[in-house]
């Protein structure tokens, strides 16, 4: 069987305007395991999705992808998060090189900091929104500073402004580091069903390039059940897609990444699955085809 494409469209290869960049990646996830089939659980998914985006009306159609995958996979899993990182950073430095976007495809968080490394070098203004049920901020967990509970830690140290949504689970240490450093922080109770606080967002992200990264868990369990570490009290998919939707119309997104998908198997977690992908067609309709970076064709 050949390996699936995005929304079942040819691969573009080359002449892509936006690569899809799989990360099959599951080593320092410490509760539910499996992140590292999330990429192809979503991508099999995603030959489900319909081109036809219903909202935004536009065909995802009018863009050309492709998908990068690595060439042994097992490999890939079994590397530590540091030497998978500098391969990914490697892969996206390439991919952005002639000024196209790419969106990741998790695996667990720790995936991200390969995008972003290759980003925050080619916009060093760039600015972070990160979707997520957790702050994602202890200095390291489990002896590592890459860890995926460590990932917006490392954001954080590069200096780059960070906004955070839907977080509804830390650490002590966490929540003190929020206060002492005034982090930008919109905790899921606060945010659950309003729009309100799209405005602050947007001040806070500006003119600056910005970096989309969703952890699945960031939406409620009961839309999103594969995953690592579902946390209750969740956001909705309209709450993600209208937040999504005015960041694409308003910033300059140069980059994105989905997350922590870990698929249970024997279609168990299809509404997981199918999410994931419809999400990655939202992004893709929101960032790149209606926002302000529309692709050159
Ligand atoms: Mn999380």
């Not at 219903?54 to 079994?78: H, I, K, N, Q």
């Not at 925050?120 to 890459?146: N, T, W």
């Not at 199918?274 to 929101?286: C, D, E, N, P, T």
Request: glycine share 8%; with cysteine.
């Amino acid at each position: 069987m050949s390996a699936a494409t995005f929304l079942g469209l040819p691969d573009a290869g080359r002449n892509a305007d936006l690569t899809l960049v799989c990360a099959p990646y599951d080593l320092t996830s410490t509760y539910g395991k499996g992140a590292e089939r999330g990429p192809e659980a979503l991508l099999a998914a995603s030959n489900a999705v319909e081109t036809w985006d219903e909202e935004v009306d536009v065909d995802l159609e009018s863009l050309r992808y492709s998908v990068w995958r690595p060439d042994d996979a097992a490999a890939f899993g079994a590397q530590s998060p540091e030497s998978m990182a500098a391969q990914l950073t490697d892969v996206h430095r390439e991919l952005l090189a002639d000024g196209k976007p790419t969106l990741g495809l998790g695996g667990e968080h720790s995936i991200s900091f390969g995008q972003f490394t290759a980003l925050h070098e080619r916009h060093p203004d760039l600015a972070v929104l990160q979707v997520d049920a957790h702050l994602d901020l202890r200095d390291s967990y489990d002896g590592s500073k890459h860890n995926h509970a460590c990932i917006a830690a490392r954001f954080a140290d590069a200096g780059v402004e960070l906004v955070q949504v839907g977080m509804r689970s830390c650490s002590r240490e966490e929540a003190e580091r929020v206060k002492r450093e005034q982090r930008t922080v919109y905790w899921g109770r606060d945010v659950a069903g309003k729009v309100a606080y799209h405005r602050e967002v947007l001040a806070r992200l500006a003119e600056r390039p910005v970096f989309v990264t969703v952890d699945l868990d960031g939406l409620d369990p009961s839309l999103v059940s594969a995953t690592g570490t579902p946390e209750p009290g969740g956001l909705d998919w309209f709450d993600i897609t209208r937040l999504l939707r005015t960041v694409g119309r308003h910033c300059k997104v140069v980059g994105a990444d989905i997350t922590e998908l870990a698929p249970l198997g024997n279609g168990l977690s299809r509404p997981s699955e199918f999410l994931a992908a419809r999400l990655a067609g939202k992004m893709v309709s929101y960032f790149w085809i209606e926002g302000p970076t529309l692709v050159s064709r």
